[in-house]
């Protein structure tokens, strides 16, 4: 089988995660919660790993690092725990629905959204942020890379817009942790939210976010954390203050082994080759009558994301073919972004998105080109 | 019978911080453990960290040095 749906999961995880989390199921007792070796031995790696993603993205402080199920929850806690009836909100139309969606459960609550568009090629203008601007204006929270067109934003000209105005910046790095640099001071980044599971090559179930400044935030759950006991409410201590219940420190083992493999190899040389597969498939198929490709490949500095269609086909027909046929896995439809399919009018027909990570080769990319090819004969 | 000493007891706001603590006074090879807080106690962990008495003043030095967060110092009888 050929796996080019890496931007949804990545699969064959490294062997050293999949050691690290086999390690922390046998070994581990619950963080926080005792003593005795295991649970030391877990609260030690939980410790380890908020330190390695503060550095991996560097942070000011470790403290701030807060563990969450996936870049979805984080993204809720962030959204929903910082706007409240009477602010106002800038998003993008590349955004997926884990922040659209709770952006429109806030709006039902008073506040109100305004959208950021996208050209031709799926990029955003920035100087429409000046233009968007308001009195009551709160937040910018932007998707580092678009899951659908993979185009990469320039987080650090929004980020220093956010910090020229006194605006608190969410990043949702859910396609580019792992996969592009993010250097959270240089870019005011005050916010980021992170999945593992993805290009970090971690487990599913883990992911977080990293607050870089002091911001009022309030917490979505509430529960039990080894501190303070007798206090009625959640204490306002970080991270324990968004992290009610027992930490996935199994997950957070894999992600402690991930970001090693990361550092290992290099995001630099893990961003060049994957430039190289996306850039090889794409001079493949551009020349090819009947294929539409969505998305800026003018720059190359972009997530390994490449989303087609075939004709009039449904995406959705073409990517069932595609595995029944040639065992190749790709993502139709609709890839929970609906803004940016009503903006390339592909609501119906969707798109077939191409997503590749370290683990792919020329070889698969070929294999591909001649299905895609075989099909339009 | 289990026997009492006076020790001192490093209490916390969280539980990264007792690790940092225990991590740091293992690389200088100096005695503590982590302790369950004692309930003559209160701070926001429930877990502290135990050292001799003997490192009182080296204790207090090298907590602010190393930037080490805790919650307060205490010299009790456990």
């Known amino acids: 089988m050929i796996y080019f749906d890496n931007a949804a999961t990545t699969i064959n995880k490294p062997k050293e995660v999949i050691e690290a989390v086999s390690y922390a199921m046998m070994n581990f007792g619950n963080a926080n919660r005792g003593l005795y070796e295991q649970s030391l031995k877990s609260s030690n790696v939980i410790y380890d790993t908020r330190i390695k993603l503060s550095k991996f993205f560097n942070s000011k402080d470790y403290r701030k690092v807060v563990f969450t199920s996936n870049s979805t929850e984080a993204l809720n806690v962030a959204i929903k725990g910082i706007l409240k009836k009477g602010d106002h909100v800038i998003t993008t139309e590349l955004e997926h629905n884990s922040v659209l969606r709770p952006l429109y459960e806030k709006e039902t609550e008073g506040v109100e959204i305004s959208y950021l568009k996208i050209d031709e090629y799926g990029n955003i ?12 204006t709160k937040l910018v929270v932007t998707t580092h890379g678009s899951n659908v067109l993979g185009n990469l934003l320039n987080v650090k000209e929004i980020g220093n817009f956010c910090k020229n105005n006194n605006l608190i910046y969410i990043v949702d790095a859910s396609q580019t942790a792992g996969e592009v640099e993010i250097d959270m001071i240089d870019m005011n980044i005050d916010i980021l939210c992170f999945t593992g599971h993805k290009s970090l090559f971690g487990p599913q179930g883990t992911g977080g976010l990293i607050l870089n400044r002091e911001i009022d935030i309030k917490n979505m759950k509430s529960g039990g954390t080894g501190i303070k006991t007798f206090d009625k409410f959640q204490p306002k201590v970080f991270p324990t203050y968004l992290e009610a219940g027992t930490l996935n420190s199994h997950g957070i083992c894999g992600i402690n082994a991930s970001i090693d493999y990361i550092n290992k190899i290099g995001i630099k040389k893990i961003k060049e080759k994957n430039e190289m597969l996306t850039k090889y498939f794409y001079d493949k198929i551009r020349e090819i009558e009947g294929i539409k490709i969505y998305g800026d490949f003018i720059n190359l500095n972009r997530c390994p994301i490449v ?15 595609l595995y029944e046929k040639y065992e190749i896995a ?7 972004a609906p803004l940016v399919h009503k903006s390339f009018k592909t609501e119906k027909q969707g798109m077939v998105r191409f997503s590749f990570s370290y683990n792919n080769n020329t070889y698969e990319i070929d294999t591909a080109v001649n299905a895609l090819k075989n099909i339009l004969n | 019978m289990i026997e009492s000493k006076k020790v001192l007891v490093i209490t916390f706001s969280m539980s990264d911080d007792v ?16 302790i369950h807080i004692p309930s003559s106690l209160t701070a926001g962990c429930g877990r502290a960290y135990q050292v001799d008495i003997k490192y009182k003043d080296y204790m207090k030095k090298i907590l602010k040095e190393n930037g080490i967060f805790f919650e307060g110092i205490y010299e009790i009888k456990i």
């Not at chain 1, 989303?307 to 073919?321: E, R, T």
């Open chain 2, 19 to 34: 690790i940092s603590m225990d991590r740091f006074y293992k690389s200088q090879n100096i005695d503590g453990k982590v």
């Open chain 1, 330 to 336: 790709t993502r139709p439809q609709g890839h929970c």
């Open chain 1, 307 to 321: 989303s087609i269609n075939l004709l009039g086909y449904d995406s959705a027909k073409i990517s069932d073919y």
């Open chain 1, 125 to 136: 203008n920035y100087d429409d942020l000046k233009k968007l601007l308001k009195d009551n």
